[in-house]
């Protein structure tokens, strides 16, 4: 790619699991940003996204969001602006991973049956249940006036946790179930544990190593930590710059 990263020539397949690697300034981020289209070199150097070119075939950039999943300290600073204790909103963990389902921070729409079931799923597999509290399982039957099913909800047990009530790390940690539940094409992780303490990026690096095995998930994990780099055991590593 010509001005950004004179040479550089990088594919990413399907199922693949990816390191970016590089000090401070190496480009890292900005590599990222021609993926999501959050740069505008994106558009004059040849990139290709999902078979397709970002400049010239009309790939658009809510085209290109779809298919993408992100964590970043930038995207988790937007949600802390939206829902944190200064903006008056009270927005559960469950609504933030419903929300991934939309691209929103926030929840506008009523999410449907299938959809609440794959994101309990992501709930249950990251083993979150101690911060995110789906509704409780409703009962199916049928309507009699409507012939309808519908589902029968019993009272929650537990109050539903708020995203501002709990921990930086803790939060990084639901955003990271948020992006999984639409199951996008592929999942960019930009620093993921920065500013985390030690039990919430272990917790975290834990959730990204369940990951690793599975050949529907593609990753690309941006990171400086080498320690982190040997943990997760990438089987692909883009090294930017002169050192790690």
Avoid at 12 to 31: D, H, I, P, Q
Avoid at 60 to 76: D, N, Q
Avoid at 196 to 205: A, P, V
Wanted: net charge neutral.
């Amino acid at each position: 790619m010509k001005t950004v990263f004179e040479g550089l020539s990088w594919t990413v397949r399907r199922g693949e699991k990816w390191v970016v690697a590089g000090g401070n300034g190496s480009g890292k981020s900005t590599l990222l940003e021609l993926i999501t289209a959050d740069n505008q070199h994106g558009y004059t150097n040849d990139v290709r996204l999902f078979g397709r070119s970002k400049n010239g075939e009309g790939l658009s950039i809510w085209e290109i969001k779809e298919k993408l999943g992100v964590v970043s300290t930038k995207f988790h600073m937007s949600y802390v602006d939206y829902a944190g204790p200064g903006a008056g909103r009270e927005l559960s963990t469950w609504d933030v991973v419903c929300s991934g389902f939309y691209d929103s921070i926030g929840l506008y729409k009523k999410i449907g049956i299938d959809q609440e079931r794959v994101a309990r799923a992501w709930v249950h597999r990251f083993g979150l249940t101690d911060l995110v509290t789906p509704p409780a399982l409703g009962v199916r039957r049928v309507d009699r006036l409507t012939g309808k099913v519908v589902y029968d909800r019993p009272a929650l047990k537990a109050a539903p946790q708020h995203f501002h009530t709990i921990s930086f790390g803790e939060q990084k940690l639901v955003l990271l179930c948020r992006a999984m539940v639409k199951q996008p094409p592929l999942l960019l992780l930009d620093e993921p544990t920065h500013g985390l303490s030690g039990e919430s990026r272990d917790r975290l690096l834990g959730m990204l190593s369940g990951l690793v095995d599975d050949p529907a998930v593609t990753i690309v994990y941006v990171s400086h930590h080498q320690d982190e780099i040997d943990s997760l055991a990438f089987e692909n590593v883009l090294q930017l710059g002169s050192t790690v």
